[in-house]
């Protein structure tokens, strides 16, 4: 049996006309010429090799086969609805999948809640997340891994387009009983006699405390590296040393193991987040969308926009 004389045209008709239960009546519900209409019936019906319709003087009644065919057609026609609306939805660009990648600080401290808003609002753009280093993250966006990057400013970008996303601030992590705990702020001048915990080298954080401590001339006395900022906050608290985080992301560890969050009096520990794309033309337009929710003020050509 040939499929391809089950063109949805005639489907349509022949649900129209079946639910009506009248040619005419079926006809002028899909705007169709009466004859057309029956002369497509007809057509289905030599195809079929079986009757669909009664057909009687007032209207029309389904046959057994009929009524088979009128609940697969109506399936059939449901299903091509659905598919055309998730189309539409593409096209519209309120469906489809971004690749985000983003450094620790962001995840911990902005993201959940800037995702969930924009999530809420478009339910069919999925996200992709992946936490990683800045500077895998700007590697990411330079090899099309990734569609959107969060990095710290200070990572080498200049082949990407950067806007800025958020600031943070960076503190000095101390136990509740540490000779530190006096002063209401401190330079890592006078932090950096003391033992520290830090993140791994290739993290912004590690990077920022390396060049710094070298213009002090003084290295850090790394007691031990961990490679998160829980690790760290629970390593401070068992007296291995002391360690810098972003003030939001260390707020509930702080709380919830008796530490205490010391602003650092440094230029350098008031940090941006960029976001990153790595051509603002020609974007697929859930990753505008996003990208463009995440950074208001992010503004695109009309023909970037496309």
């Not at 971004?98 to 993201?111: E, G, H, K, M, P």
């Not at 440094?266 to 941006?272: F, G, I, L, N, S």
Request: aromatic share 6%; hydrophobic share 45%; net charge positive.
């Amino acid at each position: 049996m040939n499929i391809t004389h089950f063109d949805l045209v005639t489907l349509r008709v022949f649900i129209a006309i079946a639910r009506s239960g009248s040619v005419t009546r079926g006809a002028r519900a899909v705007n169709m010429a009466v004859a057309a209409a029956s002369k497509r019936v007809s057509n289905l019906e030599d195809h079929l090799g079986t009757r669909l319709l009664f057909r009687y003087s007032r209207g029309v009644k389904l046959t057994e086969a009929g009524n088979t065919l009128f609940q697969h057609a109506l399936e059939l026609l449901q299903s091509v609805e659905r598919m055309s609306g998730v189309m539409s939805e593409f096209r519209a660009g309120t469906s489809g999948r971004v690749r985000i990648w983003a450094n620790t600080s962001s995840i911990t401290q902005f993201l959940p809640g800037d995702l969930s808003v924009f999530m809420r609002s478009l339910p069919g753009i999925a996200i992709d997340l992946e936490e990683r280093n800045s500077d895998e993250v700007v590697a990411a966006l330079r090899e099309n891994r990734a569609d959107i990057g969060i990095f710290e400013e200070h990572t080498p970008a200049e082949d990407i387009s950067s806007f800025g996303y958020q600031k943070d601030e960076l503190v000095l992590i101390v136990p509740k009983n540490h000779q530190l705990t006096k002063r209401r702020k401190i330079s890592l001048a006078d932090a950096i006699e003391y033992d520290f915990v830090s993140l791994p080298p290739s993290t912004s954080i590690a990077k920022r405390l390396l060049t710094e401590s070298t213009k002090l001339n003084k290295p850090l006395k790394l007691q031990i590296q961990v490679r998160s900022f829980d690790a760290i906050c629970r390593m401070v608290q068992a007296g291995l040393g002391i360690g810098i985080l972003p003030r939001i992301a260390a707020q509930p560890y702080m709380r919830s193991l008796g530490l205490k969050g010391i602003p650092l009096n440094e230029t350098w520990a008031q940090r941006h987040l960029l976001l990153g794309l790595r051509d603002t033309a020609g974007l697929a337009v859930p990753v505008r969308l996003l990208a463009t929710s995440l950074c208001p003020q992010i503004t695109l050509a009309p023909e970037d926009a496309s």
